[in-house]
């Protein structure tokens, strides 16, 4: 018989290992002698080490499931329990034991990281609902059409939660992608029907323009111009792909009008500033009549100058006002001279002067009379009265002669 710490065989061949509570049989062996029956048995025990080890291995460094773990614990402590092997079968139960505790522990912590996660991915996904029922209110129509498809994808990367809060949640997520892809396809139907709106408006604006395009009626037709360009900009856009060619069209008549009237006004321009240098010229002329010395000759010298002056033409408006007030100026003076002759030369003005110079002079030589008379009776008071009136009359009899000096008397 020979024998082990661990188990002893026999003179039968029983091999036996031994337990905490007595020994156990481990099996017969027959082929062979005691020793090497325990080493058998023994290598058989040091395989259930070596598979318990790798499963404590496996257990804490590996994502082996609890369910699975315990499977291969249990599995190890039937064969252990079985009794078919020679060793310390209780150390082995003790880590088998442990390892049952570290399951159990790795579940909590595995089941509290699963939490957590459903926390996150909750939150997660409350925070992606919330910023996609905002961004359904949103007017950006490309950048929050393109932000909510960025939601899609995160959502779909996040774990799922419960069936009931999954499903709760993604039914507003989902709404509210809804209800911002009604908007936009309203948005853009109103947009395509007031576009179309637009292009029918600047189709009739573009062949008014046309029509335009060769009038020679200038301010009116720049006015009307005007007016088309500001029913062009209250007319909004039409479709991209009309809206260039009918602003080339429009541009274009437009262009063909105001080059032509750029080249009038310029031609028109060259032609003013000649009439001007001429006019110019004609006016130095004229002034030189003045002072009149000779109003017949000042005045046939002007009415030639006036006859080529009315031949000339029109001259910059900015240059007119100058220009013809210098004119009018030496016209003045010639009708100042001619009505000074006038007076100088009427006959029935000169008679009026004459009379009246002499019912003057009469009345002066009367009061002088009154008054010489008025001293010599020594009557001051009045003479002082008449002296007064004499005075009065002579400044009167003094200016009636100056005007019939005029008339040459």
């Given at each position: 018989?020979?024998?082990?710490?661990?188990?002893?065989?026999?003179?039968?061949?029983?091999v036996y290992v031994r337990t905490a509570d007595g020994e156990k049989v481990v099996g017969s062996w027959q082929a062979g002698?005691?020793?090497?029956?325990?080493?058998?048995?023994?290598?058989?025990?040091?395989?259930?080490?070596?598979?318990?080890?790798?499963?404590?291995?496996?257990?804490?460094?590996?994502?082996?499931?609890?369910?699975?773990?315990?499977?291969?614990v249990d599995h190890l402590r039937e064969q252990v329990d079985a009794h078919h092997a020679v060793g310390d079968l209780e150390?082995?139960?003790?880590?088998?034991?442990?390892?049952?505790?570290?399951?159990?522990?790795?579940?909590?912590?595995?089941?509290?990281?699963?939490?957590?996660?459903?926390?996150?991915?909750?939150?997660?996904?409350?925070?992606?609902?919330?910023?996609?029922?905002?961004?359904?209110?949103?007017?950006?129509?490309?950048?929050?059409?393109?932000?909510?498809?960025?939601?899609?994808?995160?959502?779909?990367?996040?774990?799922?939660?419960?069936?009931?809060?999954?499903?709760?949640?993604?039914?507003?997520?989902?709404?509210?992608?809804?209800?911002?892809?009604?908007?936009?396809?309203?948005?853009?139907?109103?947009?395509?029907?007031?576009?179309?709106?637009?292009?029918?408006?600047?189709?009739?604006?573009?062949?008014?323009?046309?029509?335009?395009?060769?009038?020679?009626?200038?301010?009116?037709?720049?006015?009307?111009?005007?007016?088309?360009?500001?029913?062009?900009?209250?007319?909004?856009?039409?479709?991209?792909?009309?809206?260039?060619?009918?602003?080339?069209?429009?541009?274009?008549?437009?262009?063909?009008?105001?080059?032509?009237?750029?080249?009038?006004?310029?031609?028109?321009?060259?032609?003013?500033?000649?009439?001007?240098?001429?006019?110019?010229?004609?006016?130095?002329?004229?002034?030189?009549?003045?002072?009149?010395?000779?109003?017949?000759?000042?005045?046939?010298?002007?009415?030639?100058?006036?006859?080529?002056?009315?031949?000339?033409?029109?001259?910059?408006?900015?240059?007119?006002?100058?220009?013809?007030?210098?004119?009018?100026?030496?016209?003045?003076?010639?009708?100042?001279?001619?009505?000074?002759?006038?007076?100088?030369?009427?006959?029935?003005?000169?008679?009026r002067a004459e009379g009246l110079t002499g019912q003057l002079q009469a009345a002066v030589d009367k009061l002088r009379s009154?008054?010489?008379?008025?001293?010599?009776?020594?009557?001051?008071?009045?003479?002082?009265?008449?002296?007064?009136?004499?005075?009065?009359?002579?400044?009167?009899?003094?200016?009636?002669?100056?005007?019939?000096?005029?008339?040459?008397?």
């Amino acid at each position: 018989m020979s024998s082990d710490p661990w188990g002893r065989v026999d003179e039968t061949g029983t091999v036996y290992v031994r337990t905490a509570d007595g020994e156990k049989v481990v099996g017969s062996w027959q082929a062979g002698s005691p020793e090497e029956a325990l080493a058998y048995f023994e290598r058989k025990y040091e395989g259930l080490v070596v598979e318990i080890g790798l499963l404590e291995k496996r257990v804490k460094t590996t994502d082996l499931s609890a369910k699975d773990a315990q499977t291969a614990v249990d599995h190890l402590r039937e064969q252990v329990d079985a009794h078919h092997a020679v060793g310390d079968l209780e150390a082995l139960r003790a880590r088998l034991d442990q390892l049952v505790a570290l399951v159990e522990t790795r579940r909590e912590e595995r089941k509290a990281q699963r939490a957590k996660q459903s926390d996150e991915a909750r939150g997660a996904k409350e925070a992606l609902v919330a910023e996609a029922e905002e961004l359904a209110r949103s007017d950006q129509w490309r950048a929050a059409g393109e932000r909510l498809r960025s939601l899609v994808d995160t959502w779909k990367g996040l774990p799922r939660l419960d069936r009931k809060s999954d499903d709760e949640l993604w039914h507003r997520f989902s709404h509210a992608r809804s209800a911002f892809s009604k908007r936009r396809k309203q948005h853009f139907a109103q947009l395509d029907a007031q576009r179309e709106e637009a292009r029918r408006i600047k189709e009739r604006l573009v062949s008014e323009a046309e029509a335009l395009s060769n009038s020679t009626d200038w301010g009116p037709t720049a006015a009307r111009y005007r007016d088309l360009m500001s029913e062009w900009k209250a007319a909004g856009r039409a479709q991209r792909e009309h809206e260039d060619d009918l602003w080339n069209r429009f541009r274009g008549a437009q262009d063909v009008f105001f080059a032509a009237r750029s080249s009038v006004f310029a031609e028109r321009d060259a032609e003013q500033a000649e009439n001007l240098k001429l006019k110019e010229e004609l006016v130095t002329e004229a002034e030189k009549l003045v002072p009149v010395t000779d109003l017949k000759s000042a005045r046939a010298a002007f009415r030639s100058v006036n006859e080529r002056w009315e031949a000339i033409g029109h001259v910059p408006r900015d240059a007119r006002p100058k220009v013809e007030g210098r004119m009018h100026a030496v016209e003045r003076a010639l009708q100042e001279a001619e009505e000074a002759e006038w007076r100088r030369t009427n006959p029935e003005a000169r008679a009026r002067a004459e009379g009246l110079t002499g019912q003057l002079q009469a009345a002066v030589d009367k009061l002088r009379s009154q008054v010489e008379q008025a001293r010599a009776q020594g009557n001051d008071a009045r003479a002082d009265k008449l002296a007064r009136e004499l005075e009065g009359r002579q400044a009167l009899l003094d200016q009636a002669l100056k005007g019939l000096h005029e008339f040459g008397g």
